[in-house]
Nanobody, 119 residues
Framework: QVQLVESGGGLVQAGGSLRLSCAAS????????MGWYRQAPGKQRELVAT???????DYADSVKGRFSISRNSAENTVYLQMSSLKAEDTAVYYC?????????????WGQGTQVTVSS
């Protein structure tokens, strides 16, 4: 089992910045991929950014150049630095971990943190 605890959400004006944190209960090197997803009201949950155990990153086109995913292995924490925020970035942001258990991957979710960008 992997427990994930997000923090760092809040209210920010358009153009501002926020940093989200996701603390994992296990070593993040034991997790194949960690990522951030978001879900706006009335919309499906969508991928924002991912980082693999090897350090490779990937981003949704809508956040490229504005968001950055990183990790601190000593603290088993993954971060999402969000800059130049737009109203359309408003959503609940969820941390996800995908861990290999020998026969397949299992996914885990955090409880989510609200990000609200005022225009």
């Amino acid at each position: 089992q992997v427990q994930l605890v997000e923090s760092g959400g809040g209210l920010v004006q358009a153009g501002g910045s926020l940093r989200l944190s996701c603390a994992a209960s296990v070593s993040i090197f034991s997790i194949s991929t960690m990522g951030w997803y978001r879900q706006a009201p009335g919309k499906q949950r969508e991928l924002v950014a991912t980082i693999t155990s090897g350090g490779s990153t990937d981003y949704a086109d809508s956040v490229k150049g504005r968001f950055s995913i990183s990790r601190n292995s000593a603290e088993n924490t993954v971060y999402l630095q969000m800059s130049s925020l737009k109203a359309e970035d408003t959503a609940v942001y969820y941390c996800n971990a995908k861990k290999w258990y020998g026969l397949g991957y299992q996914g885990f979710w955090g409880q989510g943190t609200q990000v609200t960008v005022s225009s």
